[in-house]
């Protein structure tokens, strides 16, 4: 394993148990005003993300799973509970800000905030990127299919 992988595991396990921690105090203090269904989901993907980043770092599970259709199914599934993830974050962080939830305010709510929107902004870049590369790669196979064309029509004339 790659120090730099494991280096970045380590900061996403911590961050998923300081998030973890956050939304369990909230309930415990009996803060009325942030009991919603997007901190249930949260927390939810809070715990299902600690134990992939575990499983993913400091074992092979993952490595027979993706290799079939459940596997990859599974995994397209994720990455689309991360997407909806990343959205109820920033929605509950404002709503959290709207009501003025006062047992709410922690520098862990604003980390979340941060975090969210950077993911955000990574997902969206990545997007951008794969259709950049999608249409580039389009783009140049029709130049070159028009190339070869030209080529053999040449050649006849000959």
């Given at each position: 394993m790659k120090p730099a992988f494991f280096i970045i595991s380590i900061i996403q396990l911590i961050l998923q148990l300081l998030i973890i921690n956050y939304l369990?105090?909230?309930e415990?203090?009996?803060c009325k005003c942030a009991m919603d269904f997007k901190r249930v989901y949260i927390?939810?993907?809070?715990?299902?993300?600690f134990i992939y980043?575990?499983?993913?770092?400091f074992t092979n599970f993952f490595v027979n799973i993706i290799k079939n259709n459940v596997g990859s199914s599974l995994l397209g599934l994720y990455?689309?509970?991360s997407i909806i993830n990343i959205i109820f974050i920033i929605e509950y962080v404002n709503l959290l800000k709207k009501r003025n939830?006062?047992?709410s305010e922690s520098v862990y709510r604003d980390m979340m905030y941060v975090f969210a929107i950077i993911d955000?902004?990574?997902m969206g870049m990545s997007l951008l990127l794969v259709l950049f590369i999608i249409f580039l790669f389009k783009f140049n196979n029709k130049s070159i299919k028009n190339n070869k064309s030209i080529k053999v029509k040449r050649k006849?004339?000959?």
């Open positions: 369990y105090q909230l415990k203090k009996g927390l939810i993907f809070a715990i299902t993300n980043i575990i499983l993913t770092t990455g689309i509970g939830c006062e047992c955000a902004i990574i006849v004339k000959k």
